[in-house]
């Protein structure tokens, strides 16, 4: 099974999801990507979003460094890193959220994600590229985005006496994700390693041991707990800090960590899956309210493709027949399901039965990201799952 | 089908929707209105949101003052009333989007519509009571709003050169809220009239002919129209401006205006109605491109009471069979499809295929407002329009 899925994850990703991109994304006269993209591939805005931006520099300079090196894609990333680097920052510093086709601020928000995805794709590029300079910028922005996450004013974001006082999953999975990145360079940096251990340590104030869940927002008191944001569950972000913290585990071994990563890939699972129609749902509240968000019920690409990786990664780990099942499961409802199979790429939005309610294959939300990455990550864990 | 039409509205209103909010909402400890409640009326969160308060202070006075003088409803009003005067305002004036149940700032958005509706709680609140200081309190909103409205920076939203320029049914629809709302006791006033003949100027800018419809954001360049938001069509907005702009006819007649409604409203019912599941759409792509929206295929609803009053309001103004012919259609679904018969009141958000997708009753989005506001008005409508 697992090495069928390893083929049907390669030819997805060479024969689908990159030739689409490759074909409609590129901006070749400004440098960047458009992502919002039609179901053929016709753009419809052409504005150019910096988080998309920075995760598609990403994505194709860590196919050309460890996939394949082919110099298209690595053509197409510098494209983005110059676009981003001339465009991307205001005179603070900065990130802007999206920018017109030629690169003028479009629009701002007062969130540190843009510049995580940046300071992603200037490491990722400088690796591929072995052009130093990305990865000084790079290094540049991790600092600052962690000031940002400790002082959310320096965005503009202001803080309230009577705000619901919750610390993000999302703050520590970036934290994390941009350590892993620089470490993976610099493995004894002991600066990066405080910062994955910090994420260990922040990671258990999430944990519901009752229904093995991570909260999305971990209330730091009684009354913020009391609130929507602070019983929301979100099982895609459950499944990518699964596979995340498994890796800054090899770096610093926590059994206690270890133990919530699988008690929560089952209970996100469990507590996620839509027995009536299958799929995943993409937010629940832990106390079985009504959740605000109205796309709580929708099946979104993200969270399958996350569970479907997380699944490799957990059973290439433990050899645990319990993850083969559930991939099982969630394979087939992903294959069934998400593929476009007369335009190539996949649906992102399905409504709760299945059936697309968005036909477009990138938006301000969606780029080439989350799809191409778990297909190439769940590729590199069997292929080395078997070496071994 | 008029006449069973109004004894429907009246038993909903008096039986179900009133009932359900005067029962569950009120905090009578503190003052103010909760707006978060389950299926059954449980609160699930105790935040007061400024907008959809000053929106139940409008509509219990209104209802107060020209439907029952039931000294309940006053009382309630006159606890939210103060509430927002005492707790509604940061110290330069602007208005809090969300505050805690004792009244702590809890959240700030950069936008005048929660001021608006205090504005127009506030107005309303000073004509069933008699507390002129709230129409002092009225006047100097409406006229901040207005500032707001040309000079968003006041707020604290920035203009960015690459920004698509758009001009906001939304911010038409305040305005000649607000104006009509301070005309109808005053209905000279050459500065508010001046308003109501901007916005009958400004809504030209929104119809698009071929279509027979109004833009929800009037793009007002080529690029700016290239952009999701500058295609955007929303049916419900089409429907709430149509009897509201009516209104403003009434003051002043003006023979292309009434064109637009009429066209705007057959365009809206022939565009929204999903020939699958029945019902109306939330969000369209002029263009017919997929809309950024995830939630624009469900069926909310405001869009729905709206349909039903503007429809109402046609017909009585013109008596053309058309309008019946629709009103029908869409009441049927309506009852259908929205009412809770278990517990009162209605579902507020179906999927597209009109089931409950969100079992709540309100939210940060959903008060008492929309419901018992279309119900009262077609009710009266029906009423004046049987006594000529």
């Not at 995340?244 to 071994?253: I, K, T």
């Not at 959740?291 to 990786?309: D, G, N, R, S, T």
Request: proline letters at 5%; one cysteine or more.
């Amino acid at each position: 099974m697992l090495n069928e899925l390893a083929n049907r994850c390669h030819s997805e990703l060479t024969e689908s999801i990159l030739p689409f991109w490759m074909n409609h994304s590129i901006d070749s006269q400004n440098g960047g990507f458009w992502t919002c993209l039609e179901r053929d591939g016709t753009v419809f805005d052409t504005r150019k979003y910096v988080w998309m931006n920075g995760r598609q520099v990403w994505m194709l300079s860590r196919l050309y460094r460890t996939f394949d090196q082919r110099a298209e894609w690595l053509d197409a990333a510098r494209g983005g890193a110059e676009f981003l680097r001339c465009h991307g920052f205001d005179d603070q510093g900065r990130c802007w959220f999206s920018l017109t086709a030629e690169g003028t601020p479009a629009g701002y928000q007062r969130k540190p994600y843009g510049a995580v995805f940046v300071m992603l794709g200037f490491l990722e590029y400088s690796k591929a590229s072995g052009d130093a300079s990305y990865r000084e910028l790079a290094l540049d922005l991790f600092w600052r985005i962690g000031q940002y996450i400790k002082e959310p004013s320096l965005l503009g974001r202001p803080t309230l006496p009577g705000a619901p006082r919750l610390s993000g999953l999302a703050d520590i999975y970036v934290l994390c994700a941009m350590a892993l990145d620089l470490l993976e360079d610099d493995p004894q940096n002991a600066q990066h390693l405080d910062v994955l251990r910090a994420c260990l340590r922040q990671i258990k104030f999430h944990y519901h041991p009752g229904r093995q869940l991570f909260y999305e927002n971990a209330p730091l008191d009684w009354e913020s707990a009391q609130t929507p944001d602070g019983r929301l569950i979100c099982p895609g972000s459950i499944f990518e800090i699964n596979w995340l913290l498994s890796r800054a585990l090899d770096y610093l071994p926590d059994e206690e960590a270890w133990k919530l990563l699988h008690s929560t890939l089952e209970g996100a699972l469990e507590s996620g899956w839509d027995t009536d129609f299958g799929g995943l749902y993409y937010f629940l509240d832990v106390e079985g309210h009504s959740p605000l968000q109205l796309e709580w019920a929708m099946k979104l690409w993200w969270v399958h493709v996350e569970a479907l990786y997380a699944l490799v990664n957990a059973y290439s780990r433990t050899h645990d027949p319990k993850w083969l099942e559930w991939l099982d499961r969630v394979q087939d409802w992903v294959w069934a399901h998400f593929p476009d199979k007369q335009f190539g790429e996949w649906f992102g939005y399905l409504d709760r039965q299945g059936q697309p309610a968005l036909t477009l294959k990138g938006g301000n939300y969606k780029g080439c990201f989350h799809i191409p990455r778990a297909l190439l990550f769940a590729l590199q864990a069997i292929q080395r799952s078997c070496a071994r």
